[in-house]
């Protein structure tokens, strides 16, 4: 089923329960049926409050993180690659526990501006450590979905067909990919056709606007896009996400480059983010029935 959500991070830093239960209210009461969450650390939130809360609201939550450079799974260090394997599996129980569905974004690498190419011998670590949570998030009843970012936020994997191999690489049916607009922008030739080579493959989708902000205030085209995920039938989770010094986490903002206010009423943001993902949606509906029928 298709569900319009929210990053939470529109709505709190993230640092404390009460800001994470306030992000769901907020997101129930803009009529966004899911919302996404940064790593959750058991130790500093009661995830069965979380989870009675979101059910309450009827707010599906998932999860998406990165690796710190410590625990990159892609690393040449086998300690580093173990401890990376082993804090992707407290990640995917962490998701269970709350009552998520997903566990999405950097999960292959660490999530920073690399200075070195990356190596065969990394890229295989990272295929098996995630082969591995595959199989741990199969069991625990959660989606596994690998997010494709730009070149300054890793340097394994940048575009739709980097991710497709990685997860034929893995041998696993379970893994599939997120795909984001803001990153799709940078790197790839055509976005559209980067959705329709996913295809079946993708499993969760960012929409973001190129400067971060308003939709429809930066360079997308956003009409290629919602044809595409309308050719290739998406029915999965599409989920707005804008970050502004307005309401900031201090370390996704060092590693996405957020220097700036892109807004400052989350309210008007939200609002705005539903009706144009609803309008656009609802035109690329049309055009297909109008250009079956022609």
């Avoid at 992000?23 to 790593?39: N, P, R, V």
């Avoid at 660490?110 to 069991?139: F, L």
């Avoid at 009706?275 to 609802?282: A, D, L, R, T, V």
Wanted: charged fraction near 25%; hydrophobic fraction near 40%; aromatic fraction near 8%.
């Amino acid at each position: 089923m298709r569900r319009i959500g929210i990053h939470s991070f529109v709505w709190t830093g993230g640092q404390t329960q009460e800001g994470l239960e306030l992000a769901l209210e907020k997101s129930a009461e803009h009529g966004y049926l899911c919302i996404e969450f940064a790593y959750l650390r058991p130790e500093l939130f009661d995830l069965d409050r979380l989870a009675r809360k979101a059910q309450s609201l009827d707010v599906q939550i998932g999860v998406t993180m990165g690796l710190p450079i410590e625990k990159d799974v892609s690393s040449e260090d086998i300690d580093c690659v173990r401890a990376g394997t082993q804090m992707l599996a407290d990640a995917v129980r962490a998701v269970r526990d709350v009552g998520g569905d997903k566990l999405g974004g950097i999960l292959y690498s660490a999530h920073t501006k690399y200075n070195r190419q990356p190596t065969a011998d990394g890229w295989n670590n990272s295929v098996q450590a995630i082969a591995e949570t595959g199989e741990i998030a199969k069991a625990a009843g959660v989606d596994l979905v690998l997010e494709v970012v730009n070149r300054f936020e890793t340097n394994l994997l940048n575009t739709t067909a980097q991710g497709m191999k990685f997860i034929s690489d893995t041998g696993s049916d379970h893994i599939k990919l997120h795909l984001d607009t803001f990153h799709m922008q940078i790197e790839e030739a055509s976005p559209s056709a980067a959705i329709r080579l996913a295809a079946d493959k993708l499993g969760y989708f960012h929409i973001g606007e190129s400067n971060r902000g308003f939709l429809g205030d930066g360079t997308i085209v956003w009409d290629q896009i919602f044809d595409a995920l309308i050719e290739i039938g998406y029915d999965r989770d599409v989920v707005f996400e804008s970050f502004s010094t307005a309401i900031v986490d201090e370390g996704l903002s060092l590693a996405c480059a957020i220097w700036r206010d892109t807004w400052t009423d989350n309210d008007q943001l939200a609002r705005h983010a539903k009706s144009f993902i609803e309008m656009k949606w609802g035109e690329a509906e049309r055009r297909k029935i109008t250009n079956q029928g022609a």
